[in-house]
């Protein structure tokens, strides 16, 4: 299943600019662990230490 992704910038007044055109990507089934982001640490989540 392809999927489409398109970038752009909304400044503050609303106005929109295209950084990058509407292009055609495919999903991956399972993301690297380097592009992951990091167990979190805080005392609320349990793995954090004090």
């Known amino acids: ?3 489409t992704l398109k970038v752009y910038e ?3 007044d609303g ?3 295209v ?3 509407e ?3 495919v999903p991956v ?3 690297e662990p380097s592009s992951a ?3 979190c640490k805080c005392r ?3 793995s954090g230490s004090s």
């Open 23 to 25: 292009a055609e990507v």
């Open 29 to 31: 089934a399972a993301s």
């Open 10 to 12: 909304v400044n503050r």
């Open 37 to 39: 982001y990091p167990a």
């Open 44 to 46: 609320r989540c349990g």
């Open 1 to 3: 299943m392809a999927m």
């Open 19 to 21: 950084v990058r055109e």
């Open 15 to 17: 106005g929109i600019r």
